[in-house]
């Protein structure tokens, strides 16, 4: 059984960095997409960022390129989220989730999710 167990969260100031991570088990990061979404409170659900080791794809929303770097550790099954430069717009519950297509960009069909956990950025 595939689990993501997302950790990291927590609160930080604007302007600030924070960085979450992702451990997946059951199964190797290689196999999948991992992407990170957040939801805001009264928000829908958004696509942040993405990496496969397909192609060595790294995506971001427009929101958030520039700022942030998603990275991934295959001793640890492990990715990262390094979050820069945050903004209290930012602030949301960050959930990562595996897609067995390998590709990354259309935030849809995702097979695995993990928990979620939270980031606070205060002004």
């Known amino acids: 059984e595939v689990q993501l167990q997302a950790s990291g969260g927590g609160l930080v100031q604007a302007g600030g960095s924070l960085r979450i991570s992702c451990e997946v088990s059951?199964?190797?990061?290689?196999?999948?997409?991992i992407n990170w979404f957040r939801q805001a409170p009264g928000k829908e659900r958004e696509g942040v960022s993405c990496?496969?080791?397909?192609?060595?794809?790294?995506y971001y929303a427009s929101s958030v390129r520039g700022r942030w770097t998603i990275s991934s550790d295959n001793t640890k099954n492990t990715v990262s989220l390094l979050m820069n430069s945050l903004k209290p717009e930012d602030t949301a519950v960050y959930y990562c989730?595996?897609?067995?297509?390998?590709?990354?960009?259309?935030?849809?069909?995702?097979?695995?999710w993990g928990k979620g956990t939270l980031v606070t950025v205060s002004s």
């Open positions: 059951g199964s190797s990061i290689d196999d999948y997409a």
């Open positions: 989730a595996a897609s067995r297509i390998p590709l990354c960009g259309s935030w849809r069909g995702m097979d695995y």
């Open positions: 990496i496969s080791s397909r192609d060595n794809g790294r």
